[in-house]
């Protein structure tokens, strides 16, 4: 299987379960209507887990432009593969989120809450500070990929170490996660805000482009601050 391949449906697969939760939590009539936070982060951090452990002998599961970045910037895969990747995960974060509001048109067309359907695409801060916000994503992003090297520089038992990142992606969620929602990935956030901005989704409100960089940028820049502190004490 190819890099591009494995990066689509893996990232498809994310987008699918980690926006699906949130669908289920956050619209009406759904069985999971506000079963809250916990529920969130729990299915998130197994919709990371689940697909890494699939497709991760493939392509590394990245599933994530800003670890794809930060892994290139510090030698671990060529610039040459990034644009494959890229490809892959913003495609696949793409169908991910028309798959959701398939599966969920008649909760979308129930809710009338405009910001509840935005935030089962796309995240946002609870309280709107540039600054807080971006640090607060470059802090998780850090995070998540210095913690993700610094599991995987440890021999463990096959599948052990993807089920480990589940489990650093669950205790972000909990920890970092209230201020702006913990986007930490570029194609998580931006490819499914491009699908709340195109799909004919229900009494939709605008899809808050002005805010969308943040979740871009920011894990980039957390991401390569990772790398780079593993690469200088490893």
Request: proline content about 6%; overall charge negative.
């Amino acid at each position: 299987m190819s890099i591009f391949m494995a990066e689509l449906i893996g990232t498809m697969l994310l987008i699918l379960l980690g926006d699906g939760v949130v669908a289920n939590v956050a619209l009406k009539n759904s069985k999971g209507s506000n079963s809250g936070w916990i529920v969130i982060t729990t299915g998130w951090a197994l919709a990371v887990a689940i697909p890494a452990l699939m497709f991760g002998t493939y392509s590394g599961a990245h599933f994530n432009p800003a670890l794809t970045v930060a892994l290139a910037a510090i030698g671990s895969i060529p610039w040459s593969v990034v644009p494959e990747y890229f490809a892959g995960e913003f495609l696949g974060g793409f169908l991910g989120a028309v798959l959701v509001f398939i599966m969920y048109y008649d909760q979308f067309a129930a809710t009338e809450d405009k910001a509840s359907k935005l935030g089962v695409f796309a995240t946002g801060p609870m309280t709107r500070n540039t600054a807080i916000n971006f640090i607060a994503e470059v802090i998780g992003t850090f995070a998540l990929v210095f913690g993700i090297l610094l599991l995987g520089a440890n021999k463990m038992a096959p599948g052990l170490n993807t089920l480990c990142v589940g489990g650093l992606i669950f205790v972000i969620g909990l920890s970092l996660g209230g201020p702006t929602g913990y986007a930490i990935n570029p194609a998580r956030d931006l490819s499914p805000r491009i699908a709340h901005a195109i799909l004919p989704i229900p009494d939709k409100g605008d899809s808050d482009w002005g805010y969308a960089w943040i979740p871009v940028v920011a894990p980039i820049v957390g991401g390569l601050i990772g790398a780079f502190l593993y690469q200088a004490i490893i």
